[in-house]
């Protein structure tokens, strides 16, 4: 699996075999990501692709020196699990 930045669609992209298996949506203000909702396609549903998805925006979040609001409902219960993200939380 491979994840990346779509800026065209504001979106993380999960790609498993060539085939998109998930996104984070995202709206860009004042210098944050307002990371807004978290989905799997259905045929990847239960295989860990949305926790992998949710740690790769994160990662990149953080090399690219900018702050989140998590309003996913999907993101904010990983960060309850992963205080190693805190920091992002503007």
Known sequence: MTVSDNPSMRRYEAVVDGEVAGYVYYQERDGKLALVHTEVELEFEGQGIASRLA????????????????????IRRYLERHPEYHDLVA
């Open 55 to 74: 740690a790769a925006t994160l990662d990149d979040v953080r090399a690219r020196g900018l702050q989140i609001v998590p309003i996913c409902p999907f």
